[in-house]
């Protein structure tokens, strides 16, 4: 972030009171990563920055540099997601999104495929796409862009591919023979469906068939892989979704 003023294309992350009459925003841009910027005034009903800095905004932003946090002098959103704030399901959904984006991304470095796939996984959310599908592969996508991708082609333990479960501390399925204390079953059939959604597009998760038993193992599997392997601890907005 050179020179007094900087432009940036973001999403609205995570919004919080400031003084009497700001918001302090938290934003992930494509160009200069996570960072937190107040927009002056946000809180007066007049307030032309107001509807712009709304949590779920996707937009163009530009700022000025400020002793403590950028300023926010301009915003052109170009979506608001708006009928997430109308339906209190789906804004639950909207905000674990962007609640284990924030936990996952650190700071100020540029990370653009991030911002996209959670541009992405907001636009599946506001078109109905099938949400369970949807999360787990955002999750399972996410920790790969991250660098925490699980193994899941062969026993992390043996290279064996008769694996049968899967370790959180491990980060990968597990043979019977190395099985840990922490293993959690996971067939085949399931750790199948777990690599096309790290693979395929975000868009094509609601094309993927599975059972009843392969939708519970794969929702304890992700849910214990995030919770342990990358260290995000307790993910306060999961418990609001309906498919835990
Ligand atoms: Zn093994």
Request: net charge positive.
């Amino acid at each position: 972030m050179s020179g007094r003023i900087f432009k940036a294309e973001g999403l609205v992350l995570r919004t919080r009171v400031l003084g009497e009459a700001d918001r302090l925003v938290t934003l992930l841009t494509w160009q200069n990563g996570k960072f937190e910027a107040v927009a002056r005034g946000a809180r007066k009903t007049k307030s032309r920055l107001a509807a712009g800095v709304d949590l779920f905004t996707y937009g163009r932003f530009t700022f000025h540099r400020g002793k403590t946090w950028p300023v926010i002098t301009g915003q052109e959103p170009i979506e608001r997601f708006s009928q997430f704030r109308d339906d209190p399901d789906l804004y639950s959904y909207g905000i674990y999104l962007a609640e284990l984006t924030d936990r996952m991304v650190g700071g100020e470095e540029p990370c653009a495929e991030i911002a996209q796939l959670l541009l992405d996984g907001w636009s599946m959310l506001g078109k109905n796409t099938e949400r369970f599908l949807l999360c787990r592969a955002f999750e399972l996508k996410l920790a790969h862009v991250a660098g925490y991708s699980p193994h899941l082609h062969s026993c992390t333990g043996c290279g064996s591919e008769k694996a049968v479960s899967f370790s959180p501390r491990q980060g990968g399925l597990v043979c019977s023979s190395c099985l840990g204390t922490d293993h959690i079953k996971m067939d085949p059939g399931t750790a199948a469906i777990a690599r096309r959604l790290i693979e395929a597009p975000l868009a094509q998760a609601n094309q993927v068939r599975l059972t009843a038993a392969q939708k519970k193992e794969l929702g304890r599997v992700t849910a214990a892989f995030l919770t342990y392997h990358l260290d995000l601890g307790d993910i306060k907005s999961r418990r609001l979704l309906n498919d835990y």
